[in-house]
Nanobody, 127 residues
Framework: QVHLVESGGGLVQAGGSLRLSCTVF??????????MGWFRQAPGQEREFVAAIRWSGGDTNYADSVKGRFAISKDNAKMTVYLQMNTLKPEDTAVYYC??????????????????WGQGTQVTVSS
């Protein structure tokens, strides 16, 4: 029913920037209440919350480790969510995943909340 197409990963030096994109296809209703999230997973680590945004109202939530460096945004016409990543650090190296849920709620930081996931894209930051 919902298909997420993710892109934008790559290799950058510390201090550089990348922008990830995630486009939603197949949604027929519920856009106003949709929650979109970004998560990341490094080798041997658990999947970690990065950022989330609500389609209606633009509410956002960020992990402390990325606040002030990363920015989540959306383009309603393109049905696309972006993660602008600036001042990247080697610690940001991970596979990044976008996720979608039909509702924005208090638990947007919890991976288990989300029903749909992108394929993941590798972000590597060299020192």
């Amino acid at each position: 029913q919902v298909h997420l197409v993710e892109s934008g990963g790559g290799l950058v030096q510390a201090g550089g920037s990348l922008r990830l994109s995630c486009t939603v296809f197949g949604r027929t209703s519920g856009t106003a209440t949709m929650a979109m999230g970004w998560f990341r997973q490094a080798p041997g680590q658990e999947r970690e919350f990065v950022a989330a945004i609500r389609w209606s109202g633009g509410d956002t939530n960020y992990a402390d480790s990325v606040k002030g460096r990363f920015a989540i945004s959306k383009d309603n016409a393109k049905m696309t969510v972006y993660l602008q990543m600036n001042t990247l650090k080697p610690e940001d190296t991970a596979v990044y995943y976008c996720a979608a849920d039909r509702n924005w709620s208090w638990d947007v930081r919890t991976a288990g909340k989300y029903d749909y996931w992108g394929q993941g894209t590798q972000v590597t930051v060299s020192s």
